[in-house]
């Protein structure tokens, strides 16, 4: 409060004492405007999120309809349309390599098959050769001589190489296996059926016939 002199006294100076007041009044006024009353969530807002949130749903269904008829869909169709003729690629050359696989083990199987089909067409086109050598043999025309020696070589390497056996002598049991009957005659000599003649003798390799021996039979009375 301020005090004018008039005239010798002292006069308190209104003005002075309302400007005083005004402050005092309007602190409190501002100091009411930051209370923490006033940092509550306003009402509705909730409403206004909520809001917010289905419209964002919405374009999103609304973005996945037009996306259903975008080039994106198409490229995705693609993809798959490749990724499905890419497995039946895969499969198919699976199957090629399962049946290459098979088709080797057939063929390495096979090859012994081959093997001996192959030494069997060579030793049956020698076998005419080796009748010559038995019948020069049996008329004493391969006692000496170089030819004699051939002869008997190239018997012991068809046999030691190839397994090539000469079959059938006078007096063994007849085995219409072995032999091949072109004559049969009785005889009170034998019980059973036996070889009276070999005409031509038999070649085998191991337990497989080359060429069945050629016989006459004597049967028992």
Do not use: C
């Amino acid at each position: 409060m301020s005090i004018e002199e008039t005239n010798g006294f002292s006069v308190p100076n209104e003005d002075a004492n309302v400007a005083g007041a005004d402050s005092v009044e309007s602190a409190p006024a501002d100091q009411t405007a930051h209370t923490p009353e006033n940092n509550e969530t306003a009402p509705g807002s909730e409403n206004v999120a909520q809001a917010s949130s289905e419209a964002s749903a919405d374009d999103m269904s609304a973005f996945e309809e037009q996306v259903g008829d975008s080039d994106l869909a198409k490229a995705l169709e693609r993809i798959a349309s490749v990724e499905d003729q890419l497995a039946r690629v895969n499969a198919e050359l699976y199957n090629q390599g399962q049946e290459y696989a098979n088709y080797v083990r057939r063929s390495k199987e096979a090859i012994p098959g081959h093997k001996t089909a192959g030494q069997d067409e060579v030793i049956e086109s020698l076998i005419s050769v080796l009748d010559d050598i038995a019948a020069a043999r049996a008329h004493g025309d391969l006692e000496d001589g170089p030819f004699a020696s051939i002869a008997t070589k190239l018997e012991e390497t068809l046999k030691t190489r190839f397994e090539l056996e000469r079959y059938g002598a006078e007096g063994d049991d007849f085995d219409p296996a072995l032999h091949d009957a072109l004559m049969a005659t009785t005889s009170a000599d034998v019980d059973h059926p036996v070889i009276g003649q070999v005409l031509t003798s038999g070649y085998r390799r191991g337990e497989r016939v080359v060429r069945a021996a050629k016989v006459l039979v004597n049967n028992p009375e």
